[in-house]
Nanobody
């Protein structure tokens, strides 16, 4: 599976962005998918994940109530809607597909990683 994240950009604090993750070469509709981010000088961190069917999601505490992960299994895409962005959300965002169907915040569980998309939030 090859993944490509898109939708990043520059936004003012309080604004919104929607990220997309598309899969190519084969479907990831039966795999859990996660979003992660890495800010300059920091380790990669979990943001959100969704199980294979879309019926279960989980979020990092730092984004709960502001970010929403969803998926369209027919279109073979996963989305991350980000609201009320702050400068602390500035990072490169990556989507990743897991080995299995159950979602988790465990980075090691994700086998397939896409190139990231940069999100910059100005204060």
């Amino acid at each position: 599976v090859q993944l490509q994240a898109s939708g990043g950009g520059l936004v003012q604090a309080g604004g919104s962005l929607s990220l997309s993750c598309a899969a190519s070469k084969r479907t990831f509709s039966n795999n859990a998918v996660g979003w992660f981010r890495q800010a300059p000088g920091k380790e990669r961190e979990f943001v959100a994940s969704i199980n294979w069917s879309g019926s279960n999601t989980n979020y990092a505490d730092s984004v709960k109530g502001r970010f929403t992960i969803s998926r369209d299994r027919v279109k073979n895409m996963v989305f991350l809607k980000m609201n009320n962005l702050g400068p602390e959300d500035t990072a490169t965002y990556y989507c990743a597909a897991a080995r299995g169907a159950v979602n988790t915040d465990n980075t090691g569980y994700y086998n397939y990683w896409g190139q990231g998309t940069l999100v910059t939030v100005s204060s």
